[in-house]
């Protein structure tokens, strides 16, 4: 298999009436809410919940129970998914987070964040459970990965084009109904160079979105023989050198991440060729903007007088302060505020948050997608099917490592990226068990 598009039989429907358009063309205007328009951008009325993401997937939620409440009575229930399974696990744990919050005295301004926090927690899920369940094909999978990478070409075209020129450009942008952040910078600047975030908040958001994004990027030069050697690889040069010039230690660790997830479902051959066109790429960059290099050996170099780096080290005695006060279900989603303490790292702000229950679960979720999309690669017909399943794993497990490194969830597009990619990773799985066992199809939403 080579350049052919991906088939499965179609799942039974929930119903016919949302047909056109289906889900992954819902999907699709969803990845235009979130990448095209600024991630800084929200509606004033609505406060911190009022992220257009975020009020799409909250609209997305209530669509996927509007057709899941329709269709219990026609259809058995949904097959069990780790993936799936977790997800609704850590959504317990925030609600449990959130009783426990209300139940203690609690800052007036605590009660405020812990409410958005549940607001965003429906956004993600709404987003998540629409795209596990309502995927209705490998085909229309593959279609929505393809989107992606578009998005990931553009966002990463922007962010050289600041690199380059020192300007944001999308700071000129004036969107009717919606205002910008007081403490929005799309560019920033470090050891002397431009640190380029193309439309996210912050350079780490942008670094981890075209981590999610480059391994899919990557599936396709390799196996899409469809399209002319410029098509296919294209977007990988243009996403890599985004991730390299945007001056983050994280982008780099993502980038690697991505280059080694697919590197077992290659020939010794191609992997020796892929090894060799990432040292000429590298070559490239040091030959054009030598700086870039120097600036990022010395921020792996000097780790331990970095102030974020020192800032995170820092954090560990006041999260043990925390946790040993709420060790199960924590002090509340979205309640520990960034004035008490900059923890820099999503997995210790969960445990914080959501206590023991909340971190293993959200960290579950991660787990169980890489080793989903793993196991269903190998239950894949063709070539492509199990580059795919690679492309997921690896998307996943760069968004989760870079987790690690900021506060993912605070930012609209890191967040939506992280659970729409769960959700392609859960329907993944679903989709690629029918070719399988031949056991019947679970239903979507269409």
Same mark, same amino acid.
């Given at each position: 298999?080579?350049?052919?598009?991906?088939?499965?039989?179609?799942?039974?429907?929930?119903?016919?009436?949302?047909?056109?358009?289906? +889900?992954?063309?819902?999907?699709?205007?969803?990845?235009?809410?979130?990448?095209?328009?600024?991630?800084?951008?929200?509606?004033?009325?609505?406060?911190?919940?009022?992220?257009?993401?975020?009020?799409?997937?909250?609209?997305?939620?209530?669509?996927?129970?509007?057709?899941?409440?329709?269709?219990?009575?026609?259809?058995?229930?949904?097959?069990?998914?780790?993936?799936?399974?977790?997800?609704?696990?850590?959504?317990?744990?925030?609600?449990?987070?959130?009783?426990?919050?209300?139940?203690?005295?609690?800052?007036?301004?605590?009660?405020?964040?812990?409410?958005?926090?549940?607001?965003?927690?429906?956004?993600?899920?709404?987003?998540?459970?629409?795209?596990?369940?309502?995927?209705?094909?490998?085909?229309?999978?593959?279609?929505?990965?393809?989107?992606?990478?578009?998005?990931? +070409?553009?966002?990463?075209?922007?962010?050289?084009?600041?690199?380059?020129?020192?300007?944001?450009?999308?700071?000129?942008?004036?969107?009717?109904?919606?205002?910008?952040?007081?403490?929005?910078?799309?560019?920033?600047?470090?050891?002397?160079?431009?640190?380029?975030?193309?439309?996210?908040?912050?350079?780490?958001?942008?670094?981890?979105?075209?981590?999610?994004?480059?391994?899919?990027?990557?599936?396709?030069?390799?196996?899409?023989?469809?399209?002319?050697?410029?098509?296919?690889?294209?977007?990988?040069?243009?996403?890599?050198?985004?991730?390299?010039?945007?001056?983050?230690?994280?982008?780099?660790?993502?980038?690697?991440?991505?280059?080694?997830?697919?590197?077992?479902?290659?020939?010794?051959?191609?992997?020796?060729?892929?090894?060799?066109?990432?040292?000429?790429?590298?070559?490239?960059?040091?030959?054009?903007?030598?700086?870039?290099?120097?600036?990022?050996?010395?921020?792996?170099?000097?780790?331990?007088?970095?102030?974020?780096?020192?800032?995170?080290?820092?954090?560990?005695?006041?999260?043990?302060?925390?946790?040993?006060?709420?060790?199960?279900?924590?002090?509340?989603?979205?309640?520990?505020?960034?004035?008490?303490?900059?923890?820099?790292?999503?997995?210790?702000?969960?445990?914080?948050?959501?206590?023991?229950?909340?971190?293993?679960?959200?960290?579950?979720?991660?787990?169980?997608?890489?080793?989903?999309?793993?196991?269903?690669?190998?239950?894949?017909?063709?070539?492509?099917?199990?580059?795919?399943?690679?492309?997921?794993?690896?998307?996943?497990?760069?968004?989760?490592?870079?987790?690690?490194?900021?506060?993912?969830?605070?930012?609209?597009?890191?967040?939506?990226?992280?659970?729409?990619?769960?959700?392609?990773?859960?329907?993944?799985?679903?989709?690629?068990?029918?070719?399988?066992?031949?056991?019947?199809?679970?239903?979507?939403?269409?």
């Amino acid at each position: 298999m080579s350049g052919t598009r991906l088939s499965a039989p179609r799942s039974r429907s929930f119903s016919t009436r949302l047909a056109p358009p289906d +889900t992954v063309t819902l999907l699709i205007v969803y990845l235009v809410v979130l990448y095209v328009i600024p991630s800084d951008r929200s509606i004033a009325a609505l406060g911190a919940a009022g992220s257009l993401s975020v009020v799409f997937g909250c609209g997305v939620l209530v669509v996927w129970g509007y057709f899941i409440i329709n269709s219990s009575a026609k259809h058995a229930p949904l097959r069990p998914n780790p993936v799936r399974v977790l997800q609704t696990v850590f959504i317990v744990a925030v609600l449990a987070s959130y009783v426990v919050a209300m139940t203690r005295a609690i800052p007036f301004n605590e009660i405020s964040t812990a409410d958005t926090g549940l607001i965003r927690t429906a956004a993600w899920a709404g987003i998540f459970f629409i795209t596990a369940d309502g995927i209705g094909s490998l085909d229309r999978l593959e279609i929505l990965l393809r989107r992606m990478v578009i998005a990931g +070409t553009a966002i990463a075209t922007l962010g050289i084009a600041q690199f380059a020129t020192g300007l944001s450009f999308v700071d000129i942008i004036t969107i009717p109904g919606l205002v910008q952040s007081d403490t929005y910078a799309s560019i920033t600047s470090r050891g002397g160079l431009v640190r380029s975030a193309g439309t996210s908040t912050h350079p780490l958001e942008y670094g981890l979105v075209l981590t999610i994004i480059f391994p899919l990027a990557l599936c396709f030069a390799l196996r899409d023989s469809s399209r002319n050697v410029i098509r296919r690889w294209l977007p990988i040069v243009v996403i890599a050198l985004g991730m390299t010039l945007a001056g983050s230690r994280s982008a780099i660790i993502g980038l690697v991440i991505g280059g080694l997830a697919m590197t077992p479902v290659l020939s010794r051959r191609g992997q020796a060729w892929f090894a060799a066109v990432a040292v000429i790429f590298a070559g490239i960059i040091y030959i054009a903007a030598p700086r870039v290099f120097n600036n990022l050996r010395y921020l792996f170099v000097s780790t331990g007088d970095d102030p974020s780096s020192v800032s995170r080290t820092g954090s560990l005695g006041v999260v043990s302060d925390f946790v040993t006060r709420n060790p199960l279900f924590g002090r509340g989603f979205g309640t520990f505020q960034p004035q008490y303490q900059i923890l820099d790292n999503q997995y210790l702000l969960v445990l914080v948050e959501t206590g023991l229950f909340g971190a293993l679960s959200f960290l579950g979720i991660s787990i169980a997608a890489i080793v989903c999309s793993t196991i269903a690669a190998r239950r894949a017909k063709t070539p492509l099917e199990r580059n795919i399943g690679a492309a997921l794993a690896g998307a996943v497990a760069g968004g989760a490592v870079l987790m690690t490194f900021f506060d993912g969830l605070s930012f609209p597009q890191a967040a939506g990226s992280l659970f729409l990619v769960l959700g392609i990773a859960a329907a993944y799985w679903r989709l690629e068990r029918p070719a399988f066992d031949g056991a019947a199809s679970a239903p979507v939403i269409r």
